[in-house]
């Protein structure tokens, strides 16, 4: 549109304008925000009429709908489990008078919208948005034509031939714990906090996989450490608040201001490394050095290092043989950290409370622990190990059941979903996936409470739906780290198994869920020493 045309508009505009006084404009703008309320709430009416064919639980009264039905907390969860009893696989609920939302915890319901194309599947903003200042258009938060490609790059960082060298890692990072945990117990502490002591443990391994760093942050506070923690804490604390779901408000208030000061540190620390890496490769770019069918990589000082995600990210190449940008490579360093430190340490957390509370099964893993590395030289758990721990594998499955880390998934559609008993989601409404809700499901689970591990026998499992159990997600959008969390959960059970004996703590954890299933306050658990034979 060419200067003159925009000049003509300006004109009218203003002609217009200057004929009108305040109280007109008001008038105006008060109409056009009815009006948009109004298209709105019509919409939302007339999805709500399509989703008749779904059970409603009783609203709390017209106006909050199911607002504060199932809150994040103990009560909430057994709210929850109370409700899949009664609606055993779906029902509807409404938010308030402007958002639907359907939860379904069944799993041929779930299934239709699990295995749905990428390119219809939208991660829903309302949920997912408050983490984009800090995770970019990473591979979580992406969706469409973004998401497919950076998926296809990113596969390769997960390939077995690189987990396998993590394996190192995840050996390294369990000792370090478990001295800091023999230190705690000679100084007379009689209960430990599992989350505490294990979310380091998982950050302290996760750096170095993917940067390579040693941040030492078992022993020492870290600012990049520290930063991580306050974004986690302040993502969740911003649902809550209704006020600053705006940004304009957010960037203005002191959690805000906290937020984006800790959004900056951990960006300024992954793009120094990521720039550091980009001149390194440079330098290095001659064929013998290239990493491309190689597990090891020089270093400056002409050192072996393990391959680790940035290096990986660095080099891969879509068909058209360009790679990642910087920034891409950023924003995916800060989603591995994010989705895989704190799951993967509720995973553990978890599953030692169960064996704390299960000293049967905790026995039965420590003897196919001990079977397996009796008479070995070396205190190290291999990559060929990891699939000789049938009993432990399964002790596993059974926690991440019950208590899985990431409770629910929220999904929007771009075109209208069915689902068993002729139902119908309409395009754009909100499904809420409940892997809690569906791991619980009398349905499927006879006595969804008690922790079996007998449940994953092979045997056992023949007849279930392969949907019923799905604490990595499943279909296009699973979860990319699933295979790195297996190895690290089964590494570290079986070196803390052999080495202490896990009890439970003096007070029952009280559940809370804040993006990840923790505790309302720690999880403390005992730990006895054990005497090692070689
Ligand atoms: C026990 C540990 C873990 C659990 C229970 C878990 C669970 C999940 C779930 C449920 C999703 C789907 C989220 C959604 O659709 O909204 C997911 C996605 C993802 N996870 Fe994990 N995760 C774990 C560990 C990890 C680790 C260790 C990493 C990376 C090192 C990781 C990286 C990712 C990424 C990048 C995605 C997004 C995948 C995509 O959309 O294509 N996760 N995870």
């Known amino acids: 549109m060419s200067a003159g045309l925009f000049g003509k508009l300006r004109d009218l505009l203003c002609s217009i304008l200057s004929g009108c006084s305040i109280l007109h404009l008001l008038g105006v703008c008060v109409l056009t925000l009815g009006g948009v309320v109004m298209v709105h709430l019509v919409q939302v009416m007339w ?6 064919c779904f059970a409603r639980p009783p609203q709390r009264n017209w106006l909050f709908g199911h607002m504060g039905l199932i809150n994040a907390d103990e009560t909430g969860l057994q709210v929850m489990d109370e409700l899949v009893r009664k609606y055993r696989h779906s029902f509807a609920s409404f938010l308030g008078p402007f958002c639907n939302l359907v939860r379904l915890f069944h799993p041929d319901y779930i299934k239709p919208l699990l295995l749905a194309s990428a390119s219809i599947t939208f991660k829903d903003e309302l949920f997912y948005g408050f983490m984009r200042p800090w995770l970019g258009q990473g591979l979580l938060l992406s969706n469409g034509k973004q998401w497919f490609r950076q998926r296809r790059l990113l596969t390769p960082a997960f390939h077995f031939d690189i987990l396998k060298n993590y394996v190192k890692i995840f050996n390294q990072s369990a000792n370090i714990m478990h001295e800091k945990w023999r230190r705690l117990l000679a100084e007379g502490k009689d209960e430990l ?30 600012e990049y450490i520290t930063a991580i923690f306050e974004l986690s804490e302040l993502v969740v604390a911003r649902h809550s608040c209704f006020p600053h779901h705006w940004d304009w408000v957010y960037k203005r208030t002191a959690e805000g201001q906290r937020f984006y000061r800790a959004c900056k540190i951990v960006h300024d620390f ?6 550091e890496r ?3 490769l440079l330098k290095n770019e001659t064929p013998e050095n290239s990493t491309e069918n190689s597990t090891e990589n020089s270093t400056a000082s002409g050192n072996k290092k393990t391959v680790d995600f940035i290096d990986v990210l660095l080099l891969s190449k879509d068909e ?7 920034e891409e490579i950023k924003a995916q360093a800060d989603t591995f950290m994010f989705a895989g430190h704190d799951t993967t340490a509720s995973a553990l957390s978890w ?31 291999t990559w060929d190990d990891l699939s000789n721990l049938p009993f432990s594998t399964m002790c596993i499955k059974e926690s991440l059941r019950l208590y899985p880390p990431v409770t629910a998934l929220t999904r929007k559609y771009s075109q209208d979903m069915s689902v068993p008993g002729g139902c119908t989601i309409p395009q754009g409404n909100i499904c809420l996936i409940s892997v809690y809700g569906t791991h619980r499901n009398p349905e499927i689970w006879p006595n969804p409470h008690v922790f079996d591990p007998m449940r994953f026998d092979p045997e056992n499992s023949k007849q279930r739906s392969s ?14 780290g699933q295979s790195f969390a297996l190895a690290e959960l089964r590494v570290v059970l079986a070196l803390t198994l052999r080495r202490f004996r896990i009890l439970p703590g003096s007070r029952r954890p009280k559940r809370l869920y804040k993006l990840i299933m923790r505790t309302e306050d720690g999880l403390p658990l005992k730990l006895e020493p054990l005497t090692v034979f070689q």
């Open 467 to 480: 949907y019923a159990f799905v604490p990595f997600s499943a279909g296009p959008r699973n979860c990319i």
């Open 193 to 222: 906090d599992m989350f505490e002591r294990v979310t380091l443990m998982t950050l302290d391994s996760l750096l170095k996989c993917t940067f390579s760093y040693d941040s030492q942050c078992q022993e020492n506070s870290s």
């Open 320 to 326: 058209n043989g360009e790679g990642l940008s910087n």
């Open 47 to 52: 999805g709500r009429r399509r989703l008749s």
């Open 270 to 275: 992954s793009t120094a490394i990521i720039e």
């Open 278 to 280: 980009c001149s390194q």
């Open 351 to 381: 599953l030692f409370y169960n064996l704390a509370t299960h000293q049967e099964d905790q026995e039965r893993c420590r003897s196919e622990i001990n079977d397996l590395l009796n008479g070995r030289d070396t205190e190290e758990v």
